[in-house]
């Protein structure tokens, strides 16, 4: 399979706790997003690299959340001291785009649940 | 700020009927406009896009349709299946100077057999 993959599936964890999330792209792709998603609502843009520079975030992404791109391939996103607000699916996407604007794959994500 | 609106929130339609469902978003720079289907406990799946030159794209049973003027797309299903059910998001992509895609709020499409 040579999709994007993202790990774990599901994480269940309790407030305060610490949680990373990792995403590994479509391997000739240069543009990496991560996503959440709420029940019933559409995807909310986090951030995005290309290759491993961090290009824009979110004011949705607060200060307990970081993400990285080492080297332009696999991403990690962690969030510190969970809290219940931050149960979601968090999605994980990658684009190949020269310029313009590129498809983008999404990953089956990584659902979140804060007790 | 940026904005998509999509309508409607849920559809039900007969087997063999068509769907429709629209979207309309804010920012005049976007130029790429791509509608996703999402399975329950999977990701989105892009099914059809289309780009601000161009007013229509058909690919089988689907269609888009775009009205830059009026900022507006809409995504045509004929001959509707079973297995069209599902969630369907319309999306724009913001170009002035990032890649992001902004979402629209999901269409629960029901096709009933």
């Known amino acids: 399979d040579t999709g994007v993959s993202q790990d774990p599936r599901h994480k269940i964890t309790k407030r305060g706790q610490n949680v990373t999330f990792r995403c590994d792209p479509i391997?000739?792709?240069?543009?990496l997003y991560w996503y959440r998603q709420t029940l019933g609502q559409g995807p909310e843009f986090l951030t995005y690299f290309q290759n491993e520079a961090q290009l824009e975030k979110s004011r949705l992404l607060s200060d307990r959340f970081s993400a990285e791109r080492p080297k332009g391939s696999f991403s990690t996103l962690e969030i510190q001291r969970t809290e219940q607000g931050d149960s979601a699916m968090y999605l994980c996407?990658?684009?190949?785009?020269?310029?313009?604007?590129?498809?983008?794959?999404f990953g089956e994500g990584s659902r979140l649940t804060v007790l | 700020g940026e904005n998509v609106e999509q309508h409607p929130s849920t559809l039900s339609v007969q087997e063999g009927d068509s769907a429709v469902i629209k979207c309309t978003y804010s920012?005049?720079?976007?130029?790429?406009f791509p509608w996703y289907k999402q399975e329950l406990g999977k990701g989105p799946q892009l099914i059809i896009d289309?780009?601000?030159?161009?007013g229509e794209k058909k690919d089988q049973r689907i269609a888009v349709t775009l009205n830059k003027t009026a900022k507006h797309f809409s995504l045509h299903i004929t001959e509707t299946q079973p297995e069209d059910s599902a969630v369907y998001f319309c999306?724009?992509?913001?170009?002035?100077?990032?890649?992001?895609?902004?979402f629209g709020t999901g269409t629960r499409l029901k096709v009933l057999a």
């Open positions: 920012d005049s720079a976007s130029n790429y």
């Open positions: 996407a990658s684009s190949l785009a020269l310029r313009g604007t590129g498809e983008l794959f």
């Open positions: 289309i780009r601000s030159n161009v």
């Open positions: 391997s000739e792709h240069n543009r």
């Open positions: 999306a724009a992509s913001i170009t002035s100077g990032t890649y992001k895609y902004i």
